[in-house]
């Protein structure tokens, strides 16, 4: 059950950046001829809201089918028991803000630039130095390292960022 979850998962998020980049650019021309595509905030749109409707209806279904033998729940339990789940509406909010700049990143560099320097190994290293203290402890050398990813990491974004506008301009001379 692990493994077809995972293979699952894995498709589904494998094919999300192309197909978003099909519904926002229409490259292949699959759209009737005067049809607009979407435009990023649109698809944002849609998206956020079909996350939220899935979302909404696999955690009712797993209250009352849990997987694994875990007893059963019920949606008056889920909305009475706030214990914890204030930090993972904010986490929900703060993924939802980055895929929207994530989107709108992809706008204006691409969409396999903006997935090739999402922000995760950035924010997930700050955090485990900052907030967790993973590295308490470690060597000298170790945050040198670590520091040099961070700063290496923060250039490639602001190189990416520069280069958008050569690109727009490239693109306007070949048109």
């Not at 696999?58 to 997987?67: D, Q």
């Not at 992809?106 to 950035?122: I, K, N």
């Not at 290496?152 to 690109?167: D, E, N, P, T």
Request: aromatic share 14%; proline share 3%.
């Amino acid at each position: 059950m692990g493994l077809g979850l995972s293979i699952s998962a894995g498709l589904c998020f494998s094919l999300f950046s192309p197909l978003f980049n099909l519904a926002t650019n229409d490259q292949f021309h699959t759209l009737k001829e005067g049809v607009p595509h979407l435009t990023v905030y649109t698809a944002f749109f849609y998206f956020s809201v079909s996350c939220f409707v899935v979302s909404a209806v696999l955690n009712v279904g797993f209250l009352y089918h849990p997987m694994l033998g875990l007893p059963k729940s019920s949606l008056e339990a889920y909305v009475s028991g706030w214990d914890g789940r204030s930090w993972a509406l904010l986490a929900g909010l703060l993924c939802g803000f980055g895929n929207g700049l994530q989107f709108m990143g992809g706008e204006a560099a691409g969409y396999a630039a903006a997935d090739a320097v999402q922000a995760l190994p950035l924010v997930s290293t700050f955090w485990a130095i900052v907030v967790f203290r993973e590295y308490r402890g470690s060597s000298r050398r170790t945050y040198i390292l670590l520091g040099s990813m961070l700063f290496m990491f923060i250039v490639a974004v602001g190189l990416l960022i520069a280069s958008a506008g050569q690109r727009s301009q490239i693109s306007v001379q070949y048109s």
